[in-house]
């Protein structure tokens, strides 16, 4: 084995995954491991790229369908911008929610008591 090759417990290590979930990946047609004698999977740096993407993929809300179809294709630009909409509202709810975590550390104040928090809170509430 080249000092560069992976196998396939030493890149699921690497990544903190289960080895089946890098044969899944492989049976979806994301990864396609050069194989060794007797056929063992051997990985290299392209595949940990390739799973660096697909876990930034999975974090972004891409599912794997499309994950594939982006690579194999180059990509469906309006699929992204969905999900970057998607994402964008996301950090403005993380944003919104660690504002008011900051603000209930330094308010003396107890949270639902506190006229600055409730107001944050109602932000939240659904119109009737």
């Not at 999977?41 to 999975?58: C, F, N, P, T």
């Not at 599912?63 to 294709?73: A, D, I």
């Not at 998607?86 to 900051?102: F, H, N, P, S, T």
């Not at 928090?117 to 009737?128: F, L, T, V």
Request: with cysteine; charged share 30%; aromatic share 4%.
């Amino acid at each position: 084995m080249k000092s560069s090759e992976l196998t396939i417990g030493d890149l699921a290590r690497r990544f903190g995954l289960a080895t089946h979930v890098l044969r899944h990946w492989e049976s979806e047609g994301l990864l396609a491991p050069a194989r060794a004698a007797g056929g063992q999977r051997r990985y290299g740096e392209e595949d940990l790229y390739r799973v660096a993407l697909i876990l930034m993929s999975k974090e972004a809300g891409v599912s794997l369908r499309e994950l594939r179809g982006f690579l194999v294709t180059g990509g469906d630009k309006d699929m992204l911008r969905g999900h970057l909409a998607v994402l964008e509202q996301r950090i403005q709810e993380a944003q919104a929610a660690k504002a008011l975590i900051e603000h209930a550390l330094e308010c003396p104040i107890k949270l639902m008591e506190c006229p600055h928090a409730r107001e944050r809170i109602a932000a939240r509430i659904p119109p009737a």
